[in-house]
């Protein structure tokens, strides 16, 4: 689970019990009951694992929201708007890690 720390409006908000459900170089999807409204715009600063623990911040927009007592999990989609050049970096790591395939690691072929 990742840390996650968002910003609204300069006072710090520290949402509770939220991780990333999906994240993206693009954006995320963030796991919380504490819904922002669409159109927020929030300060973003969290972390991730590639090699290390290395921190993403930026500025984000709340573009879609799911709200609690739905059949889907509730949080919000948040498209990263303007992030640090040293996180773009890291996010484009973290995804050409994560599609690397171990040498030693035998490709099976399903047929029908």
Known sequence: MASLELFLSGEGIKLKNSSFFNISETGA?????????VGTKVRLKFTVLVDDFES???IGEVVRV????GPEEP?????????TEDSRETLS???????????DEEEVILTD
């Open 75 to 83: 949080g919000m989609g948040v498209v990263f708007i303007s992030i």
């Open 66 to 69: 799911v709200e609690t007592g």
């Open 93 to 103: 790591r973290l995804f050409v890690k994560a599609t690397e395939r171990d040498p």
């Open 56 to 58: 993403i911040e930026g």
């Open 29 to 37: 999807f963030i796991r919380t009951t504490d819904i922002l409204p």
